[in-house]
């Protein structure tokens, strides 16, 4: 009679557990979809025109040049360099309410022409409404020739490359 009772008991905890983790896996799935971040849009010539990396903050824009630039300069976008140049990646954000100060971090890798990431970069921002931040890197000995690229991301989301040349 023990042994029943002990099995009954046994078999109604794993019924239990079983029951209980589903609720909590229906309660989450939802929750899980909404922040899961969607992937880039490519513009015509592959650029950059959103990337959502969480539910209140975006990346609107990536641009290479030699200088930083403000918000109304970002069409004059630079895609070859020389070897004493320094080069400057200008990252375009939004957030969905203009008001809400959303804090994230920006994070951007540059990697040279055989692959190799040769510096990596990362910063904490509080994003409010439309806003520009931008990372340099130079080479004190001189670039070598070569394409290069750099990866920028938010909160660890999608990541957005830009490529560049070196001649």
Avoid at 92 to 111: C, E, F, N, S, Y
């Amino acid at each position: 009679m023990k042994h029943r009772t002990y099995l009954l008991t046994g078999a109604s905890l794993v019924v239990f557990a079983c029951l209980l983790a589903a609720c909590e896996r229906q309660g989450a799935t939802p929750q899980r979809a909404a922040e899961a971040p969607s992937p880039a849009v490519l513009g015509k010539d592959n650029t950059v025109m959103a990337v959502s990396t969480s539910p209140a903050v975006s990346i609107t824009g990536v641009e290479l040049g030699s200088a930083a630039m403000r918000p109304q300069d970002l069409p004059k976008r630079q895609k070859s360099f020389t070897t004493g140049d320094t080069v400057v990646v200008t990252i375009k954000t939004a957030t969905r309410d203009a008001q809400a100060r959303v804090p994230g971090r920006l994070k951007v890798r540059w990697i040279d022409p055989a692959g190799k990431v040769f510096n990596e970069e990362a910063k904490p921002v509080t994003f409010k409404g439309a806003g520009v931040d931008d990372f340099r890197v130079a080479e004190p000995m001189g670039w070598k020739s070569g394409n290069y690229r750099v990866e920028v991301s938010l909160d660890g989301g999608p990541v957005v490359q830009e490529g560049f040349f070196v001649r």
